[in-house]
């Protein structure tokens, strides 16, 4: 089975996406839903995906879950719910009852929107992130570099945990990269309960002049950092049609990962998804 392990859906007629009020995104500020993506699965043969949340909003979380029961092809949901509350426990398992609950396999939160680089570090957070763990889910880590370090260090704090690092932390590869980025990632690979997307790095490239060559670099330094086996594939449509089609930005990623091994291009594009989020198929 062949899994994309980051996609959204969403519309802004309906909610409030504050991300998506800059002018450059204009191409994507419109509804996107199941009817647009089956057909881009199928041609590019792709058998399921995860849902991804992108605001920070229980109602998105609950309209996801609904969305994953009505949708075979959706295998798991990464939604959103504030580890600041201490009454988080109680939301992920009124989440879990609802229809689509079960697809239910992780949680994330936009860390590098945060004021503070060292927010999930704080007391409530790891509190939180507690709550989401003792429940057998996976936190997908949601930053760049600059907050790289206080993933590292909760990757530590939680060495039995799960997590999952989005679009490689977000590599800066429209200025050739940095070492910092860089250091930081074998940093946190060498935590060995970290996964890593790649996923979303055509667009922090130059949207208009990016092919999989430039790419390369960055997909081949997470791969000797994270190992075969914790490299997972993401499109993030449809946020990467900034940038190409789901046709181009697949076979860019694959072109990448087939480059360093086949092995390692079929573990991410199925296995270590199953893997890391624990997912309930054969």
Partial sequence: MLIDAHQHFWDPA???????????????RRAFGPADLAPLLKANGIDASILVQCRSALEETEELLRVAHDTPSVMGVVGWADLTDAALGDTLDRLRALPGGAKLV???????????????LRADVQRGLAAVFARDLAYDFLVRTRELPAAI?????FPHARFVLDHAAKPPIAVGGSAE?????????ACGNVWCKVSGLATEAKWTDWDAERLFPFVQHVANSFGEDRLIFGSDWPVCLLAGSYGEIKAALEACLAKLDASV??????????????????
């Fill in 153 to 157: 260090a909760t990757a530590k704090a």
């Fill in 265 to 282: 291009r079929d573990k991410a594009f199925g296995m270590n998804a199953k893997r890391a989020y624990r997912l309930a198929i054969v």
């Fill in 181 to 189: 980025w860089s250091d930081r990632i074998a940093s946190l690979a």
């Fill in 14 to 28: 309906r909610a409030d996406y504050p991300w998506m009020d800059a002018p450059e995104l204009t191409p994507i």
């Fill in 106 to 120: 992780g949680i994330r939160h936009q860390v590098h929107d945060e004021a503070d680089p060292d927010w999930l």
